[in-house]
């Protein structure tokens, strides 16, 4: 299931601006990966390119490779589709498909992808709302509409849509950025049993997150405005937080700058 | 001692609550009454057209058979007689107007928004801006120029169907632009990140997210183009009797029943202009609320 992700010498472009530059990260299977650093520096964007997001946007490029187990997933004959079937994305902000009710969201993979059986569908919405520790707050209400929800149950949702699909890996874009501590709390809890399946890439402003939940860290910066982004230092989180081997990554961390 | 405030009575700092001033209120009053006398005055033409339209036409649509006759050997001075076959032809030719323009006006839409890119996108907008500039009668000009002159097909409610589709389509495209440019992009991206193909996403969740504003604004134009009165006057000659078929023949509509009854200057004749006109604002009414009907059937709930 898991798989590991190797980012080799990866460029990034939006149009002609160059905005990330020469990044190579490995991220291990079952393994929670955070991505820090300052606003701007280009996080989203690397982890849009690990499942050909990056290019929805017009004029937007990579270069370089991502293997996922080794097979590169910007190959030439790779179908975007596919690779996104098996890289699952939550975002930023809270996305439920508004005409969908609550189990329709979450079995949204699933039905598009032409399952019909209700009876299996009924089953995997059951199994991704437990695991995404949403089953309790709405399993009398399946029929609602998903975009009655709060914040924090939403993006609850978007997470039990992004894993019926079964990807072998979670990409999470600031996914607590929108909510209260306690569903933070309850999302922190969450990674750390999606792990156990799942390898997962998470972006955070929230030093605090990124020790909590990351296994390893990973922290890119600027050179200035208008260079584009690169990685500083990917180590273990432990040692990231208590003895990094670059001077920036300690300033950053300690709240020097940024 | 004979002070009139001592520094102890008056309040170290002035309140930071001022009453409103004057001159704001002036102005206030001035532009409240100003929008409310534009409002009334826009109101004033409305009002009096229905009322005329409903007072003149009222006692004609109210008659035994104007609903279910049509006007068939009916005398022109004779209170008789229906408009059905007229109410038949607005209908049948805004239905196939409408299943031309619609799909293609949609589609088109669709490519301006999901696809369109450079050079052809412009193109396609630029045209589309042209043909919403286009009057009904040039409208109406190029469709006998081409279908009955240069083709040599015959005058026929279908011709008029062509007509009304150049005017419908740039209004079909425009309002279904409009709502699809509504959805958010991060439901697409939601879509595409779970493996959904473009053309499914767009199909399974772009298209039913705006398909309540679409409605509207297609039926809001299938009413506009049922009162066009330009492509029947060129394009179909007038009926007094029904004509069932759209492809070959003379068939009635009602603008164009009310430009012939206008003719007549008989009182009978002055009775079936205002039942007739009465007619059309009441299909038309219909079908704004069947819109309205089906647009909150099909609205996003959130509750
Ligand atoms: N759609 C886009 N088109 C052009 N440039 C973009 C686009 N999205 C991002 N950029 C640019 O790419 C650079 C990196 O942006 P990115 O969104 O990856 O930053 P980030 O590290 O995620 O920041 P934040 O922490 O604020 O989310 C920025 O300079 C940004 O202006
Ligand atoms: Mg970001």
Not at chain 1, 188 to 210: R, S
Not at chain 2, 41 to 59: D, Q
Not at chain 2, 212 to 240: D, F, K, Q, W
Request: charged share 20%; proline share 5%.
């Amino acid at each position: 299931m898991a798989k590991r992700i190797d980012i080799k010498d990866v460029d990034i472009y939006y149009g002609k601006f160059h905005a990330v530059e020469g990044v190579t990260v490995s991220v291990p299977p079952k393994n929670v990966t955070a991505f820090i650093g300052p606003s701007g520096c280009g996080k989203s964007t690397v982890l849009r390119t690990l499942n050909r997001m990056h290019e929805v946007i017009p004029g937007a490029r990579v270069e370089g490779q991502v293997l996922l187990d080794g097979e590169d997933i910007y190959g030439t004959n790779v179908d975007p589709v596919q690779v996104r079937r098996t890289i699952g994305m939550v975002f930023q902000q809270p996305n439920p498909f508004p005409t969908m009710s609550i189990r329709d969201n979450v079995v949204a993979g699933l039905k598009l992808a032409g399952t019909r059986d209700k009876k299996k569908l009924d089953e995997v919405a059951e199994r991704a709302l437990r695991g995404a520790n949403l089953w309790t707050e709405v399993k009398d209400r399946l029929n609602k509409p998903g975009s009655g929800l709060s914040g924090g149950q939403q993006q609850r949702l978007c997470i039990a849509r992004a894993i019926a699909v079964q990807p072998d890996v979670l990409l999470m874009d600031e996914p607590c950025s929108a909510l209260d501590p306690i569903s933070t709390l309850a999302i922190e809890d969450l990674i750390g049993q999606l792990k156990q399946d799942y390898t997962i890439v998470i972006v955070t402003h929230n030093m605090q997150q990124a020790a909590r939940v990351s296994d390893q860290t990973a922290f890119f910066n600027l050179a200035g405005v208008g260079q584009p982004g690169r990685l500083i230092e990917c180590n273990d989180t432990e040692k990231i937080f208590s003895n990094p081997e670059e001077k920036a990554t300690e300033d950053y961390i300690s709240g020097r700058f940024g | 001692m004979t002070t009139t405030d001592s520094l102890v009575d008056r309040p170290a700092t002035s309140p930071a609550f001022q009453p409103i001033s004057g001159g704001r209120k002036t102005k206030n009053l001035f532009a409240t009454v100003l929008v409310t006398l534009a409002f009334l005055l826009a109101l004033v033409p409305l009002g009096w057209l229905l009322v005329t339209v409903v007072v003149n036409g009222f006692e004609a649509i109210t008659t035994s058979t104007w609903w279910s006759h049509s006007l068939k050997g009916v005398m022109p001075d004779e209170v008789n007689g229906g408009v059905y076959h007229a109410i038949y032809g607005s209908v049948i030719q805004s239905l196939i107007c409408a299943i031309i323009a619609v799909p293609v006006g949609i589609f088109t839409a669709i490519y301006l928004v999901e696809y369109g890119r450079g050079k052809l996108a412009k193109t396609v907008t630029f045209m589309v801006d042209i043909l919403s500039g286009v009057p009904s009668i040039v409208a109406a000009l190029f469709i006998f120029a081409l279908w009955i002159t240069a083709f040599g097909f015959p005058k026929s409610a279908l011709a008029v169907s062509f007509a009304l589709v150049l005017l419908m389509l740039p209004v079909v495209v425009r309002s279904t632009e409009e709502m699809l440019r509504l959805v958010p992009d991060q439901l697409r991206e939601a879509s595409y990140a779970l493996g959904v193909p473009k053309w499914k996403t767009i199909v399974r969740v772009v298209l039913p997210t705006a398909m309540s504003g679409m409605v509207t604004g297609v039926m809001l134009a299938i009413a506009r183009v049922m009162g066009e009165t330009a492509p029947v006057l060129v394009l179909v000659g007038y009926s007094r009797s029904i004509n069932f078929d759209a492809f070959d023949g003379n068939m009635a509509s009602l603008p164009l029943l009310i430009m012939n009854e206008l003719m007549n200057p008989e009182a009978a004749g002055q009775l079936r202009v205002w039942g007739a006109a009465l007619t059309l604002i009441l299909l038309v009414m219909l079908f704004n609320l069947v819109a309205a009907l089906v647009s909150r059937f099909s609205a996003v709930r959130s509750k």
